[in-house]
């Protein structure tokens, strides 16, 4: 039986597959419209492994955070799919992910993620045996908050994620921040974390992690009057 | 293509997350979710709300219409799906979803224009419609006169040059918090109303088949804010001249190209199609000039993936594509 793992949450698409071990993985830098990409990348893998669409048993889903239309292609093509071949889809956070990838360290993990904006999602860790503990909630920061942040924090930390969009690369180099791998989340990591992930939701119950509320403004000129009718 | 294969289409274009099921001439299932009401608090569609919610509602809507119609997953033939024009972000939700479930079936997948799907609409309640025809496309997304010289040949006579007529419809009402989406809220308060009471113009442009809506809606506004209470304006009647002038410019101009073009078959689509005004006086210039009329009914008007079904299959039809074809030429493209 087969699993199959996928990220579009950033500037990287990717897909992967299983079977006990990795078989199999596809990582492609996209620009804008990468929507026909995941499904080229996935019906690849299944080309090149042999595999068949019905020993597919389970999706692991990046749900973010990272970029909105990446997040939807991903779950729309993960519910297309889990919603034919009647398959779970696990969620895995993507600041996670990132963490578990570099669980092996000794240092605090910051696990950072681009959500344009001039903002990043952010989230901190310890490294345990075998894996990380969250040590906060992730978060909505702004760079420059995460300048300070990060320049204030005299911990010995290692840096994961996106911390390349930084441009103070004071920061990034002082004695005791490690600029660390990943730098953006791949299939793979989002597998070795949802591998471990035993209790799962339902498919109609799997949310993005937007971590922002939607912009309301709307585009077009708003006109509002107050008028006073008759009736 | 053998005439009862069975069709899956989607639409998500707008804020309509819509699907499909169609087995030759009939429709099995025609599933709209709107999102009007996620919308209404800020008087006009959302692109980002409209984009979270398609991907909420869709994986839903997909179960509850096999379901419904009782298909095995496995007879379905072909998966079709909107790939524009439309909001970027509501488009990749269907269209992703559409795709993945065609790979996961291991069938066939087949990308329909938003416009061709309106065009083809008609044919799901009139089969025997036949290019050429004249189509007036109008919704809060477009406004376009279309001839259809034959299927495949689509040439744009003309178009608005500012707003489109639904957009005319929403904005003015919210300005005057007659609510969301405008059109439908226009025509009920006009209930009654009457359409001469108000003096509104019907603007013109350059091009002798485009429209314009931006002049009558500051127009509209212009002269609201001049309004006084003794002025006694009944709601009512202004909203029904409003509504009137929407309509006679969108007739006007209709009627100059149907005449021009001489073509005997007339249809249209859209939402603003499902406004009551508009259809009187579409089927009373037909049945005076003697043409055939093609309208879709209120609720096939509106985006719906019906539609889309028609569109797939009348396009494979014409164009004698065989479903193998397509299963070779973009399953995957
Ligand atoms: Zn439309």
Known sequence: M????????????????????????FVSKTNKGSTGILLNQINELFDKTKASRNDLNALYL????????????????????????????????????????????????????????????????????????????????????????????????????????IENKKILTD????????????????????????DYPNFNEINLEYMREPDVTLSKDTLSGNVKFYD | MQSEKIILGFETSCDETAIALMKGD????????????????????????????????IRNLFHSSINECGIDLSEIDIVASTDGPGLAGSLVVGYNFAKSVAWALEKPFYAVDHMVGHLSAPLIEHPNMEPPFLSLLVSGGHTQIVLVEEWGKYNLLGSTIDDAAGEAFDKLSRFCGF????????????????????????????????????GLKTAAVYFLRKLSEEDQLLKKDFAASYQEAIVDSLMDIFVKAIKETGVKNISGGGGVMANSRLREKIVFFSENNNKNLYLPSPRLSTDNAAMICVAAKNELITNKMNIDDIRLSSIIS
Not at chain 1, 175 to 198: H, M
Not at chain 2, 44 to 53: H, L, Y
Not at chain 2, 204 to 212: A, E, I, V, W
């Open chain 1, 2 to 25: 087969y699993k199959l793992a996928i990220s579009t949450s950033g500037e990287y698409v990717s897909a992967a597959i299983f079977e006990e071990k990795l078989l199999a993985s």
């Open chain 1, 62 to 165: 990046d749900v973010g955070p990272g970029y909105y239309t990446g997040l939807r292609i991903g779950l729309s093509v993960s519910q297309g799919l889990g919603g034919v071949l009647g398959i779970p889809i696990i969620p895995v956070n993507g600041l996670d992910a990132l963490a578990f990838a570099a669980h092996t360290s000794h240092r605090k993990i910051c696990s950072l993620i681009d959500i344009k904006r001039n903002e990043f999602a952010y989230c901190e860790y310890m490294p345990v045996p075998g894996g990380v503990t969250r040590e906060s909630d992730p978060q909505v920061i702004s760079v420059e908050n995460l300048e300070i942040k990060l320049s204030d924090d005299a911990d010995k930390k290692l840096l994961v994620g996106n911390w390349d969009l």
């Open chain 1, 175 to 198: 004695s005791n921040t490690k600029l660390a791998e990943p730098r953006f989340v791949t299939a793979e990591n989002i597998y070795n974390v949802g591998e471990k992930i035993k």
């Open chain 2, 26 to 57: 009939n429709l099995l299932i025609n599933k709209i979710s709107s999102q009007v009401e996620i919308h209404e608090k800020f008087g006009g569609v959302v692109p980002e709300v409209a984009s979270r919610a398609h991907a909420e509602m």
């Open chain 2, 179 to 214: 609510g969301f989406p405008g059109g439908p809220a226009i025509q009920k308060i006009s209930e009654g109303g009457d359409p001469k009471k108000v003096v509104l113009p019907r603007p013109k442009t350059s091009n002798k088949f485009d429209y314009s809506f931006s």
